[in-house]
């Protein structure tokens, strides 16, 4: 037990939340070991940096994270700003990783492969709550090394496993071979990744706010670049929902973005095509055959180039080794899953929460952040800083500040529901008005009304 005691706690993934976890454990006297698989912190984030944050700074940083950076000197960004990426990046998880606390402690390019127990496959239950966790990672250079821990805590996000473009939840056929045209989600479209649309032929895929801003920043390339041509792919019937109107359009921000996209669409730069089911992919020379039915029977359209906005899932395939307790539908921690269900809530109807609720039959091992959510998007970076405060509490055997849990959020904002990094995160497309500065626009399907922001991305 006493060996157990002297080992760290692991964090897998060091991103917002995956710090801020890192932070509470050392305020708490555990020591956290962070291993991140990119080169760098924040690298999730780093791939969709041009995009603006719904929230302002002051619901961006960790508490337990201001208190290392302050204790070094740093100053907080203005709080009512609204951050891109890259600057959440720059000016927040750079410089508390490089604190003197967090520095040591903190393995990038450090891929975790499997996590288990100490000499026990999930089958063995004999001191299965005293032996410390095994957690295999694979280097940079490929080597393949066992690391113990008392504890392990997974904040590895959601943004390499986006879901499949086919129908019932599956890859339609030919989607791994089309893979090279298929582009990330979120992509830079007028600026790093500029080349890979202009006068191009490009389908996006997906019916929230995340395509939204990629169909309106392709509609402004197209304008500049002759050639291009936009194509739009939904599952339903109709793009009304998107559209909104009424109390859905309570934000002026998400007003002005469905104006200008509904627009595109009316004067026939973007070709929308509405209950399209994708069925399967044939590449054809330098271009891609996306094969579909519709109502009126089967469509081909010939593309050079998809753009995916169709949302995220958890990836477990590292965790099969452990007890987990999963929701049936969002892959969520059981008790978590009815109060995050899409079907039913918006970011700002979910609950705080904390170790209680995110506990799992295998003791001392926890998820956290956006993967926590499983496939349900209503994630909050608000919600992961106050989930791993108390997950280091209970870590730390401090159960009265873990069960006493408690969420700080916005007074405005719309859930998305196809953004796997978060709630709230937003291209930093600027609107055009005579009377008002720019406004971010919203990413992802909104699930309700919410007083709600962002979430996380390791």
Avoid at 115 to 130: C, M, P, W
Avoid at 404 to 415: K, N
Wanted: charged share 20%; glycine share 12%; with cysteine.
């Amino acid at each position: 037990m006493t060996e157990t005691r002297d080992l760290p706690v692991i964090v897998i993934g060091a991103g917002p939340i995956g710090l801020a976890a890192a932070a509470h454990l050392l305020e708490n006297g555990l020591t956290p070991l962070v291993l991140e698989a990119g080169d760098a912190v924040g690298s999730a984030i780093r791939a969709w940096g041009h995009t603006k944050l719904f929230s302002p700074w002051r619901y961006d940083i960790d508490a337990a994270a201001q208190r290392l950076l302050e204790a070094t000197g740093w100053e907080p960004p203005r709080p009512t700003a609204l951050p891109t990426g890259n600057e959440l990046v720059a000016d927040y998880l750079e410089p508390l990783a490089a604190t003197a606390r967090l520095a040591p402690v903190i393995r990038t390019r450090t891929t975790v492969v499997a996590v288990s127990r100490r000499g026990l496959d999930k089958t063995h239950s004999k001191n299965r709550d005293e032996t410390p966790f095994l957690v295999r990672v694979e280097s940079a250079d490929g080597s393949v090394t066992d690391l113990p821990a008392r504890a392990v805590i997974d904040a590895s996000g959601t943004w390499h496993t986006p879901n499949p473009l086919g129908q019932a939840g599956l890859p339609a056929p030919g989607e791994q071979a089309a893979g090279p045209r298929i582009t990330a989600p979120l992509p830079d479209v007028t600026g790093r990744d500029r080349g890979r649309f202009a006068g191009r032929h490009v389908l996006v895929v997906g019916a929230g706010h995340s395509a939204a801003n990629t169909l309106l920043a392709l509609g402004e390339l197209a304008a500049g670049e002759p050639g291009t041509r936009i194509g739009w792919a939904v599952r339903s019937a109709t793009v009304a929902g998107l559209y909104g109107g009424g109390d859905l359009d309570g934000l002026p921000a998400r007003g002005m973005l469905v104006t200008r996209l509904r627009k595109l669409v009316e004067t026939g730069t973007i070709d929308l095509h509405t209950s399209f089911t994708i069925t399967g992919f044939t590449n054809a020379g330098d271009g891609l055959v996306v094969h579909g039915v519709t109502p009126a029977g089967p469509l081909d359209l010939g593309v050079d180039v998809v753009v995916p906005a169709t949302g995220f899932r958890p990836d477990l395939d590292i965790l099969k080794e452990l007890r987990l307790d999963l929701d049936p539908g969002v892959e969520a921690p059981r008790a978590l899953g009815p109060l995050i269900d899409p079907e039913f809530h918006s970011c700002g109807t979910v609950p705080a929460h904390g170790a209680t609720l995110l506990a799992h039959p295998e003791k001392d091992f926890y998820v956290a952040g956006m993967k926590s959510y499983g496939r349900a998007p209503t994630f909050l970076l608000a919600t992961g800083y106050e989930q791993v405060r108390s997950i280091a509490a209970a870590l730390a055997g401090n159960q009265v500040a873990a069960d006493q849990v408690q969420l700080d959020l916005p007074e405005t904002g719309v859930c998305s529901a196809d953004l796997g990094t978060s709630c709230d995160t937003t291209p930093a497309t600027e609107s055009s008005s005579c009377c008002a500065a720019p406004e971010p626009v919203l990413v992802g399907i909104p699930t309700g009304l919410a007083h709600g922001r962002s979430g996380d991305g390791s």
